[in-house]
């Protein structure tokens, strides 16, 4: 999105700080329980952290509730039998014992083979290369495809990156290049177009203001559910960590 960030701490707060071309502080908690505070260009360390300061209690308090509502759920399983999303849709999951590792995603199963298939963690790394992998494979032909549906709008990118993101679905740098999570490939196409045009955006408008909103509305008029939609997901599923 067209920032620049660093990360900072104020008392028992720590948060990100992305500086962009807004005209005013803003404070998020956001479901995940981490802090974001979006700033204008050039304010100070001293500012920033005068106003965290004052804002502490009230911010500490969301964290909180955040915190609490994710660790009172259940942690995602990976035993036999259990259930995973992948391309919006529920998965289950079908392990078995061999000497070499694979992962295959068959119909409504997925199907993975290792030696210790008991070890629920060697399960989650197995199978969160396998979904880095299909993100690779998915998000790159899918990005391009939705520059395509909207070539009268010009977008040209400087470079596109699929990594693993703990905090945020997508980013987009000044210099234009955009990030894409590979958490994505658990979501349906609707969330990820959403994401991708998203970060497209800002392509044009390095910002938030009311330009930028009036070309999301425009090429994706859905987009307040969908981001709704998203939220609800990160507080009722666990990413693979």
Known sequence: MAEAEN???VGNVEFRVVFSRRRTLGISVLPDASVIVRVPYRTSRKTISRIVGEKSAWII?????????????????????SSQLFRGSTYILN???SRKKFVKFNGSSIDIGLENNGDESSVRKLLQKAFKNEALKYLPHMFYNIIEKHRECEFKPTGLVIRSMR???GSCS???KITLSSELIRL??????????HELCHL???NHGPKYYGLLSELYPDWKRARKEMKAYILNERFIR
């Open 61 to 81: 308090r969301h964290r909180d509730n955040f915190k609490n509502q994710y660790q009172n759920k259940p942690g995602r399983s990976y035993t036999n039998g």
């Open 7 to 9: 990360i900072q701490k």
């Open 188 to 197: 349906s196409d609707r969330y990820i177009e959403y994401v991708i045009v």
């Open 204 to 206: 044009k408008q390095h």
């Open 174 to 176: 000044n210099k234009g």
């Open 167 to 169: 905090t945020r679905w």
């Open 95 to 97: 392990l078995s014992e």
